[in-house]
């Protein structure tokens, strides 16, 4: 959240520099350093005071700067009227704080946004004042960080229910809060519709490089095909005019974009849940049902048990597949002990439905005498004598 120095082509130091004090009777009534501290010290009238009125310096007041070594030789850059209307009329100066703050933010914002802990502008003070404006400046950043952009939703709907006098302000703020979590849905509905559309077209999501940000196009603009087939299909949904898509990429934050491999990984697991959760309630409403399954090498070299299941539903047989599992015992009892734990105990099957078994011909497999079918058939004789009378 922090921008980078512009490079230069001297090296240069940078001194923060407080301005000298200035006189009590000076500072404003009002100071955005007393939200930082404690919010329940200011009431809401001075709440919206702040969110109300850009900051102005007092009379006397001596601009602070920061003095920085360009080329060997110091230069000033002041902090100036000019960071402090037009856009960047959001920001406030704390005269107890001897810094600049983002009035919502200040005023709104959590403690923490994805695990990252706010700090600069939100919960301290910005005290360099050598790269404030432009691009990748300290407040232009700032500007475009979602969690700004939720505090300023929460700051417009308290100010609109302060001079309405009508309403509650928890319930503004919680209706901002929803109406944030209702464009972060949508615009994973679209994330999670991409995904299930290149695994139902056998269609794999990454290329050889698809990390860091995506570039969004314009309407019928340029697809940069070499990211990838996911994200490139992002960008194809943006230049076919997916504004939600859209809002949600270019306002997110970085950490919260839900399309880095790791986690088109984790919504690939949540999707392959869901899939495994219609299954079984498939196969619970057939009750009875056949297992099918095979003992195979995977990439990593690491034995697998591919589990499916065969059942009859409306007159109809159905073929799903049900989960990998890992074998690390390929002897005929470890494959059905296997097997078993997780048909019965994960999945959630009642085992003393299962009618078939259909194996390959290897001896683990389908041995007459310790094979997998084998002992899953004596496990449940096993079982169906236990609840004989």
């Known amino acids: ?35 930082v501290d404690d919010r329940s010290l200011l009431t809401d009238a001075q709440r919206l005071h702040l969110l109300d009125n850009p900051w102005v310096a007092p009379e006397g007041f001596q601009w602070p700067f920061t003095i920085r070594m360009d080329h060997g030789k110091p230069r000033r850059k002041h902090l100036g009227p000019q ?22 933010c200040a005023l709104f914002a959590a403690d923490s946004v994805g695990g990252v802990k706010l700090d600069r502008l939100v919960k301290s003070p910005l005290q ?14 700032h500007l475009k960080n979602a969690f700004h952009e939720d505090c300023a939703w929460k700051a417009r709907a308290f100010a609109q229910t302060m001079r309405s006098k009508t309403g509650d ?3 503004q703020l919680n209706s901002v809060a929803a109406e944030q979590r209702e464009r972060n849905r949508r615009g994973l509905e679209r994330i999670i519709k991409a ?26 603009g340029d697809i940069d095909y070499t990211q990838g087939n996911l994200r ?11 504004e939600a898509l859209k809002q949600h990429l270019t306002t997110t934050g970085r950490n919260a974009t839900y399309i880095s491999p790791a986690s088109q990984n984790q919504l690939i697991d949540a999707i392959a849940t869901v899939i ?58 470890g494959l059905a002990a296997q097997l078993q734990l997780r048909v019965s105990d994960v999945v959630g099957l009642d085992k003393n439905d299962l009618v078939g078994q259909a194996y390959d011909g290897a001896a683990a497999m389908s041995g007459q005498h310790n094979g997998v079918q084998k002992h899953i058939v004596l496990q449940r004789l096993t079982c169906t004598a236990r609840r004989m009378p």
């Open 1 to 35: 959240m922090t921008p980078n120095e512009p490079s230069q082509t001297a090296a240069s130091l940078e001194r923060p520099r407080p301005p000298p004090q200035v006189a009590a009777r000076q500072a404003p009534v009002i100071d955005i350093g007393l939200a």
């Open 128 to 141: 360099k004042y050598s790269h404030l404006t432009g691009e990748n400046a300290y407040l232009t950043m």
């Open 195 to 220: 995904i299930t559309f290149h695994g139902r077209l056998g269609i794999p999501l990454r290329g050889h490089r698809d990390c860091g940000n995506l570039s969004v196009p314009d309407v019928n």
């Open 232 to 242: 490139a299909t992002l960008q194809l949904m943006v230049s076919c005019n997916d």
């Open 169 to 171: 302000v928890a319930q």
């Open 276 to 333: 495994r959760h219609r299954v079984v309630a498939d196969v619970k409403s057939a009750r009875y049902f056949s297992l099918m399954a095979d003992e195979t090498t995977d990439f990593s070299r690491q034995e697998q048990l591919t589990i499916c299941v065969r059942y009859v539903r409306d007159y109809a047989v159905f073929e799903r597949f049900l989960c990998f599992e890992l074998a690390p015992d390929l002897t005929g009892s």
């Open 83 to 104: 960071h402090f209307t037009g856009k960047y009329s959001c920001f406030r100066y704390s005269i107890i704080k001897q810094g600049v703050f983002c009035a919502p």
